[in-house]
């Protein structure tokens, strides 16, 4: 038989490449006999450019899914062996160009084959055609180009797999059918691509893993290997651990790993068979032990390795060692090595020699002294106490109440801190940190509480006094910086005016010197003996003429009348007294018909009754001479008045029933021993706003009395709170009530107390007023004054800016141009007609407007122009400008700023008491202020002065036209005009994404043109793919060659610290 021509995405065909500078030649040969060459390739046709031989290449590269390394070696080869594999490739394809070589043909022999469940009816040669297409199907997954590959996944071949192996019989199972069939998916696994996809098969692993249920060994290695490979892959591990669960169901064994430790333990008969099968099983074994969460956690590795102990495998391994067989010893080698470096490594926890894990005994010693003297102990004593209460009746369910603690207990010890299981979960839903999370101890909790709560408490106090401190140095900075604004403007101003007092009192001087000079002329021409001048002063005028009666003469015409008394200051004095002696006191009767009345006085001060009081002198001719309310005082119950409408506000209802009023009475007599009774003149919801607005200020009388007398120097009252204080300001009502009773001052309520407190204030209510305006001052200033410079930069800007006179001629030329007639041959626009450009729409495109198309002009033929809107940044700003505002926002700062001036020089014609800061801090204040409002003031005159030229400037009619209204024209047309720029931008992209797309298009095709008549050679001979790889060293053991001489240099070094006699078993002697 000829040795049969391989092919595929290898490169194992080119090795003789590599060899030497000879001339190049391929040579195919088969992979277990290096040396037969079987023929040498020449390459038919004639060698391409480089360029396109180096593109042809390089697509024959990507076929073959090589690792980095082999694609280097491959593209570093000379250009003729570049073209003679190519040339090989080509000849392949076209010998192989049979319906065998697409996906199809055998994704449908497989559910053919799938539908036929049994072998039964089958003859042998239907059998052998059977297994040589699965035979053929594996050779092509492994020699065919990548795009086989990628078409077998695509149509769901894995799947057609797996579903096959589901539903074979037992026939089927037993025979080489099975064994082709996994080889296929081994096959497949071989390429990433399709490494890939099967581990991302929800059921293919678990699949896989059924096929252990089958005797032919061939089968069984060959799903072990697939299997232990899995392990090495990233995220594999527990895929087989899964798998392994899912077999066990699927089997229905009481463990997960009895199948492989019968297997191991059994005899076949038949030599080779046999030590492959118990190979692959202790390689499986090693690789689930030590990969995985096993390579770094000893504890995953004690747990696995309980379960196979605990199946019985230390006496198998015992009896594998009569194998003599150097493959397998090597992995009965790694597993005793590895357990006896985890037993040393648990020991040393426990500080022993050796734990013996047969001896319930031993154990429970070891843990009993690790816990001792621990806050655990007592806990580890309850788990014991509980354990003896546990059932221990054979029937029922005891089994299961001890799996659930064996359960819980692994789970504890094997989940890491994320709250991941390495091993299927024991239990599910169960995550050990958050139930230990919830068993912190209640006391540490609490104590953190209160300390939290303590440290949160004096945050909050600091971060007060903190925010007190700063609004003072914010508030003394503000008036440092505005004063020193202030004093240098006055300097300069100062300045200006001494300088122009100096050129006015030259000319003063220089006109009196020419005025001396003209009296002198005069005095030479005038006539000589004239009548001498009266007596007096020299040029003066005369003295006025005496008057009679001694009246002081009346001032001179050059004189000041006398100022008159300050705005707001004290009444004038009452004038003096009638002739006929002082004025009856208001209430006294005016003549003898009126009679003084006897009415009865109250025990306790009553609440008022707010009433407006007839004039005695207005009683005569009315109903009220008729009335006698005396009479009416005997009938009232002035006891019962007295109780409801007392000043004291009492804490029980006295409108009781008859039958428990003496009860209510008693308890009120109680509670009044108890409890202070408040005094309460001022209404009730007004008391109870004044209440809450205290509590928020959180200042006491005393200090809110002294920071309105130093003008809130140490800024204790915020503005919010001066301007709630103004809403409860006392009234003439509540002073006069309340100065009845400020002999009961320490019984009145909080509110009351207060609003005595503020009245005894010398004018609190105009100081009140001027605090408020004082703290507000630079607030409202600092509004005005950017709505006043917007509006100045504004007009200048539309004044001044070129671009935007530019884009204006641009427009006009449109317009002149597209109109006829009347509303053509115009010499200038309104400027609202900017706002209607946008109006005008394409007859090509509806999408388009004049407003689009004027920018896509100014861009090619004016691109300065399109960047006017840098010139007019303020114009959005000014466009919220409303001039009545402004000027009503000016009126009311010139009103504040006079009332607190008029307050001034009341206070100043008034004595200060101690403390009182009024007359020094506000005038300061009145010197910053008025030069301030001054500025603003002129700032406010020029602004206007731009804005009524601006507005000549584009012909519109400045009475009529207010700020918002003139810059919100320009406003909108801005808006208008960026998004219609960033329309043309978005339309412009499209429009080159569409052509690049129809490019791409073309180029694409262009390429699927040029892949389907370009040809594409095979290669010879094939190299074990990554997959491969891994089952190759699997099955040698050199996966564990590194661990292993790691343990072994261990054990000689720790050799003589082990004593024979302190083992649970003998060590087996290792055949090193």
Sequence with gaps: MAPRKRSGRGISFIFCCFRGSDHPEITYRLRNDSNFALQTMEPALPMPHSEELDAMFSELVDELDLSDKHREAMFALPAEKKWQIYCSKKKEQEENKGATSWPEFYIDQLNSMAARKTLLALEKEDEEERNKTIESLKTALRTQPMRFVTRFIDLDGLTCILNFLKSMDYETTESQIHTSLIGCIKALMNNSQGRAHVLSHTESINIIAQSLS?????????????????????????????????????????????????????????????????????????????????AVSLEFRVHLRYEFLMLGIQPVIDKLRSHDNATLDRHLDFFEMLRNEDELELSKRFDAVHIDTKSASQMFDLIRKKMNHTEAYPHFISVLHHCLQMPHKRSGNTMQYWLLLDRIVQQIVLQNDKGHDPDVAPLENFNVKNVVRMLVNENEVKQWKEQAEKMRKEHSELQQKLEKKERECDAKTQEKEEMMQTLNKMKEKLEKEACEHKQAKQQVSELSTRLHDLSTRASFSSIPGGPPPPPGAPGGPLPPPPLPCGIPPPPPLGGMPPPPPPPGGPPPPPGPPPLGGAPPPPGAPLGPAMKRKNIPQPSNPLKSFNWAKLPENKLEGTLWTEVDDAKVFKVLDLDDIEKTFSAYQRQQDFFMTNNNKQKETDNDDTLGSKKVKELSVVDGRRAQNCNILLSRLKLTNEEIKRAILTMDEQEDLPKDMLEQLLKFVPEKSDIDLLEEHKHELDRMAKADRFLYEMSRINHYQQRLQSLYFKKKFAERVGEVKPKVEALRVASKEVLQSRNFKQLLEVVLAFGNYMNKGQRGNAYGFKVSSLNKIADTKSSIDKNITLLHYLITILEKKYPKVVAFHEDLQNVPIAAKVNMTELDKEISNLRSGLKNVESELEFQKSKSSQSGDKFVSVVSQFITVASFSFSDVEDSLTEAKELFYRAVKHFGEDANKMQPDEFFGIFDQFLQSFSEAKQENENMRRRKEEEERRVRMEAQLKEQREKERKSRKAKENGEEDGEFDDLVSALRSGEVFDKDLSKMKRNRKRINSQVTENSRERPVTKLNF
């Design 214 to 294: 089958t005797e032919n060994i061939k089968t069984k290695v060959a799903v072990l290997e697939i299997m232990g490979a899995v392990c090495l892959v990233p995220g594999g591990h527990k895929k087989i651990l899964e798998a392994m669960l899912h077999y066990q169901k699927f089997a229905c064994e009481r463990t997960r790993f009895q199948t492989l430790l019968n297997d191991l333990d059994r005899s076949t008969g038949r030599y080779r068979d046999e030590v492959n099968l118990k190979t692959a099983i202790m390689s499986f074994i090693n690789a689930v032990l030590s990969q995985g969460a096993g």
